[in-house]
């Protein structure tokens, strides 16, 4: 047969010159390596025809745009009051020197407020102040703190990250770095014809941030005493975990506009009802061109006020079913 020729003609050849020649038999796959390295999973391969792939689009703007609508509606649902005072609680004569005004310390910054409720707010209110052009996310100010420092207070010796709030008069801050030093400072009294709210200052930061983050022992130290105060002081006499305006602001912000939350009011709002804010503008933004607004708003379950996602629901529907009459255009114009 031809098999034997060539193989009867492949060993004489190799007899005549004297070699042998070897055939590389490969190892019979077995063992348990063998069989972990070359494991055989099941897999699942859609087969993309053109007409799954229109009925796809289809299905997927007909799912997005009832959701974007949906969103669309709860975000509308919620009663937003936005208020900035920064310039209208400046007094005339310092509207054009807005620097000599806030850094004056024997000038009153105490102002009023008129608020009108639009519609009916539903308790609980979120108070927030909103600040606007406020760079939280730069390098050197989110780095300038020490966590350990703020759970064991002056028992942490090397606080050389809070630079160049580190220490003060020759004594250890407590807590130290930019972050805090620079705290909101801002006050805000509501008055309700003539009976002042009551405001919820209390459990308002997160649990664990007050649990595990900052120290119950542990008390402010050294604390502003500076030539140069950034913002607001801390009491003493209250141990970090319960001083809530500083977990609150320490919790820095990605974006230069952002909003901390200051209360909550948990009384009903009727609509046309107006609020007096007196409030008390203390901190610097001027120096920067920043903003400052206070904030009125209810929530539901989406959260707050914010058409973002709706609106993404309802472009990605409306883009889907685009493709799928463009894809059904195409193929009965070339059926594949």
Known sequence: MEMERLSSSSSSSGSSSGSQVHAFVPRRSGGA????TQQSLPTCKPSLTPVSVIITFLLMGVVFI???IICLHASDSVVEIVDRYDNECIPEVYRSNKL????????????????????????????????????????RYIKSKNDKQLVRGLDQKDTSTCQ???????????????IAWSLFNDTYTFVRETVEMNVKRKNISWESDRTHKYGKDVYPYNFQ????????????SIPLSEQEDLIIWMRVAALPKFRKLYGIIEEDLEADELLTVHLTNNYN????????????????????????????????GCFSI??????????????R
């Open 285 to 316: 933004t001027y120096s920067f061109g920043g903003k400052k607004k206070l904030v009125l708003t209810t929530s539901n379950w989406l959260g707050g006020k914010n058409n973002f996602l709706g609106l993404a629901y309802i472009v990605a």
């Open 164 to 178: 160049p709030e580190e220490y003060s008069n020759g004594l250890p801050i407590v807590p130290c770095g930019l």
């Open 66 to 68: 009832p959701v974007g």
């Open 33 to 36: 390596f063998y069989k972990f």
């Open 100 to 139: 000599a005004y806030i850094k004056d310390s024997s000038i009153s910054k105490n102002c009023s407020r008129t608020i009108r409720v639009q519609s009916h707010m539903k308790a609980p209110i979120y108070i927030y102040y909103e600040l606007d052009n406020y760079y939280q996310n730069h390098r």
């Open 322 to 335: 685009f493709t799928a009459i463009l894809f059904a255009l195409l193929h009965v114009k070339n059926p």
């Open 225 to 236: 005493n500076g030539t140069l105060i950034g913002g607001a002081r801390l009491d003493p």
